[in-house]
């Protein structure tokens, strides 16, 4: 049971074993040993592997907890890298995390914004908001925003 969680929490984070073994200052078998289920982490090392995977040690310990993750896979980026320079509309999952209280374009969850760079892992935007404290004055902003938060975009064609 604990060997199938170390397992799916290093893939789920991208390692391989050898990174982890580094990370833990330990060997790569040892690690594979783990994940066999032929021996057990001490309770400092398993206490930073539950550190390094962001789970609390009773979580990664306990026998009544089972653990569900995908594991981390390259992100096909080509389309997403050609809307760098573009406006487009985002649907976000959550913009309480990315805006936090600022005024979205209508009351579909939507915002405009310009993608100026993509990552593995993050969009960054601009977009322009109302300055705070004032009505008519607008100022831009840049965020990263997690890959993960955005639900979908649409590119928004216009003729120039």
């Known amino acids: 049971m604990l060997g199938e969680k170390l397992i799916t929490l290093r893939k789920k984070h991208g390692y391989s074993q050898q990174e982890i073994a580094d990370m833990l200052s330990v060997t790569r078998q040892t690690i594979s040993n783990w994940e066999c289920g032929q021996g057990a982490p001490s309770l400092d090392k398993a206490a930073e592997l539950a550190a390094i995977y962001k789970v609390s040690l009773d ?17 096909d980026l ?42 593995e892992e993050w969009f960054k935007i601009e977009y322009e908001r109302r300055k705070e404290g004032t009505i008519f004055r607008k100022e831009k902003v840049v965020k990263l925003v997690d890959l993960s938060l955005i639900a979908g975009l649409m590119l928004e064609v216009t003729e120039e």
């Open 59 to 75: 979580d990664l310990a306990g026998n009544k907890i089972e653990i569900a993750a995908k594991e981390k896979k390259e992100k």
């Open 78 to 119: 080509h389309v997403l890298k050609k809307m760098i320079g573009k406006k487009c509309i985002l649907d976000c999952s959550d913009w309480d995390l990315v805006l936090v209280d600022e005024v979205m374009s209508d009351l579909t969850g939507t915002v405009e914004v310009k993608i100026l760079d993509v990552n």
